[in-house]
């Protein structure tokens, strides 16, 4: 069974950053596709990045140029880091897997398996 750990939520101020951090594991694959996913209250869960078995990221209009997604095979991590937070950032931060893929696979309803989630605040 698959089991993701997301880490490294928090409080802080606009312009702010943050990182997170997933480790995955019981994974049956070498190089699953992995992503970020959020989730703001009263909205729908949105994808944030996502990184393909090749290693290609993909990133919502809404964070290119502020979010860089990458991933450690070795470590079986994948992170996310977050730099000119904005107040609308604020929202759970989810960590999701599948098997090996090539794209960017942002609905969420293609992502079987999902970590608990980490707090993001931004505020203004």
């Known amino acids: 069974q698959v089991q993701l750990v997301e880490s490294g939520g928090g409080s802080v101020q606009s312009g702010g950053s943050l990182r997170l951090s997933c480790v995955v594991s019981?994974?049956?694959?070498?190089?699953?596709?992995m992503a970020w996913f959020r989730q703001a209250p009263g909205k729908e869960r949105e994808a944030v990045a996502t990184?393909?078995?090749?290693?290609?990221?993909h990133y919502a209009d809404s964070v290119k140029g502020r979010f860089t997604v990458s991933r450690d095979n070795r470590l079986h991590t994948l992170s996310l880091q977050m730099n000119s937070l904005k107040p609308e950032d604020t929202a759970m931060y989810y960590c999701a897997a599948q098997g090996r893929c090539v794209g960017a696979f942002f609905s969420r309803y293609e992502w079987p398996s999902w970590g608990q989630g980490t707090q993001v605040t931004v505020s203004s």
């Open positions: 990184v393909d078995s090749g290693g290609e990221p």
């Open positions: 019981g994974s049956p694959y070498e190089e699953p596709c």
